[in-house]
């Protein structure tokens, strides 16, 4: 477990997934992050690579080869390699090898950074193509859980309690909508004006909301019981979720940056097409980022 920490917030990764597991408000004890309670979701802010979301019958097809990838990638289930570390910042990579080659059949080398500024924590994304001649087909993206407020009757969950999410500018986003094998519907997207939206357990009865958004898109999570505002700003991701587990009733909200989208429900193509795919010529990098602002009052 890697520790970063300042006056504002303490932070914690683990070196499986490179996943971020909790942040902690030093002036008040606040978590922020969910704790990966088993019975609602085991997991905290998993990386998603090297796809996103879900594959048309989880496989894909590439140079008339058929390959299988379970929902939203392998990496955050394998161990990355701690490259760097400071008091305030930490380095971990993930290369391609024999096993990942299997099912995923490209060079790559994954590097994410974690940078603790103040209040915020900037999270980056570096792919590497070291191939020589070949082109690196990838989705990248987080998957962040934020604890929230909820209601209470008896021992039971009864709903969110004063949560809402806002886009900033406020304004028309194209929303997606999900299938119930977890693939979009895209000729059924709609624009909706995203302003101020109060967040219940029924908003997700369809699973995430899915927006397509532009590189000016902020959005911030707010919580008026715990008194605490999340503000979540992008660089180069082009979609983005927000998911909590329904019919269950969990108290956190997940907010997902994405560079990259599942698969469309009727439409199989090949990898190199597929929505939202990146391509990465050979010897080259590219970086996707996102930065959370954690607020309480």
């Not at 979540?232 to 989208?261: H, Q, R, T």
């Not at 597929?274 to 970086?287: E, V």
Request: negative net charge; proline residues 4%.
């Amino acid at each position: 477990m890697v520790t970063l920490e300042n006056h504002r917030l303490k932070v914690q990764i683990k070196e499986l997934g490179a996943e971020l597991t909790s942040v902690i408000d030093q002036a008040t004890g606040y978590e922020y992050i969910w704790q990966a309670d088993e019975n609602y979701w085991n997991r905290h802010a998993p990386v998603l690579f090297p796809i996103v979301g879900t594959l048309n019958d989880n496989q894909y097809t590439y140079e008339g080869q058929t390959y299988q990838l379970s929902r939203h990638g392998f990496a955050r289930d394998e161990m990355f390699q701690t490259q760097m570390v400071t008091t305030n910042s930490a380095t971990f990579y993930l290369k391609s090898n024999a096993e990942s080659l299997k099912v995923y059949p490209f060079e790559f080398s994954f590097q994410i950074n974690y940078i603790l500024h103040e209040n915020s924590l900037t999270i980056s994304y570096e792919v590497l193509n070291p191939s020589a001649d070949k082109v690196l087909y990838y989705s990248v993206g987080g998957h962040p859980a934020f604890n929230v407020s909820v209601t209470h009757k008896g021992s039971h969950m009864a709903d969110f309690d004063q949560i809402s999410y806002q886009f900033h500018p406020a304004g028309q986003y194209l929303r997606i909508p999900l299938d119930n094998k977890g693939l979009i519907d895209y000729y059924s997207a709609k624009y909706e004006l995203v302003d101020n939206i109060p967040i219940k357990h029924k908003s997700f009865r369809k699973d995430a909301i899915i927006y397509q958004i532009n590189g000016q898109t902020e959005v911030s999570l707010t919580d008026n019981v715990a008194n605490t505002h999340i503000l979540m700003k992008m660089n180069d991701m082009s979609y983005f979720g927000i998911w909590s587990p329904y019919p269950k009733k969990a108290p956190f909200v997940c907010l997902e940056p994405w560079a990259g989208i599942t698969d469309d429900a009727y439409n199989k193509v090949d990898f190199t097409a597929k929505r939202g795919i990146n391509a990465l010529d050979p010897h080259q990098i590219k970086t996707h980022d996102y930065s959370i602002t954690f607020n309480k009052d």
